[in-house]
């Protein structure tokens, strides 16, 4: 063999440690970038706030806000259609807030029941039945994945006779 073409091998080995160390590192600063857009983009989500709320399957054509509107009109629809609040006594008018759940699958529940003059207990018991009969929901969405989402919805109970 000659030596200028063990002369040419050693450069074409050389040239070809080049280009494979050159490729290994820029796999490893393509995979840099990826984490750091990655990081970047968690930032900027807020996970607070979902893109589209829960709904009932009849209010599916509404626009966001009238959506939201509808969810909690049908929601306190279901809740008192057959409410019985029978074994609470309630002499005044009063206001308490339920702090309902909705999962990732729809499924609704009732985390907690706000009152200031009556038995939390005795009304979460009776509010949690009737949550227990509503149907299930299309559940939230954030940037298309279904989510769990919470609300606070107001109830305004009167006094009975």
Same mark, same amino acid.
């Given at each position: 063999?000659?030596?200028?073409?063990?002369?040419?091998?050693?450069?074409?080995?050389? #040239?070809?440690?080049? !280009?494979?160390?050159?490729?290994?590192?820029?796999?490893?600063?393509?995979?840099?970038?990826?984490?750091?857009?990655?990081?970047?983009?968690?930032?900027? =989500?807020? !996970?607070?706030?979902?893109?589209?709320?829960?709904?009932?399957?009849?209010?599916?054509?509404?626009?966001?806000?009238?959506?939201?509107?509808?969810?909690?009109?049908?929601?306190?629809?279901?809740?008192?259609?057959?409410?019985?609040?029978?074994?609470?006594? =309630?002499?005044?008018?009063?206001?308490?807030?339920?702090? #309902?759940?909705?999962?990732?699958?729809?499924?609704?529940?009732?985390?907690?029941?706000?009152?200031?003059?009556?038995?939390?207990?005795?009304?979460?018991?009776?509010?949690?039945?009737? =949550?227990?009969?509503?149907?299930?929901? !299309?559940?939230?969405?954030?940037?298309?994945?279904?989510?769990?989402?919470?609300?606070?919805?107001?109830?305004?109970?009167?006094?009975?006779?």
């Amino acid at each position: 063999m000659s030596n200028s073409f063990l002369y040419n091998m050693k450069n074409w080995g050389l #040239i070809f440690l080049f !280009f494979l160390i050159c490729s290994c590192n820029f796999e490893a600063q393509q995979k840099k970038e990826v984490e750091k857009l990655v990081k970047s983009e968690l930032a900027r =989500i807020s !996970f607070n706030q979902v893109d589209q709320h829960p709904y009932f399957p009849n209010c599916n054509e509404y626009e966001e806000q009238d959506n939201l509107d509808c969810f909690y009109q049908e929601f306190k629809a279901h809740l008192i259609s057959e409410l019985d609040l029978s074994s609470l006594k =309630i002499e005044e008018h009063t206001q308490l807030f339920l702090i #309902i759940s909705v999962n990732s699958n729809g499924k609704i529940s009732l985390k907690e029941c706000q009152s200031t003059s009556l038995n939390n207990s005795q009304i979460e018991s009776v509010f949690q039945t009737q =949550i227990q009969k509503m149907p299930q929901l !299309f559940p939230a969405q954030k940037r298309g994945v279904l989510v769990s989402s919470e609300y606070q919805i107001p109830v305004q109970l009167t006094p009975t006779n």
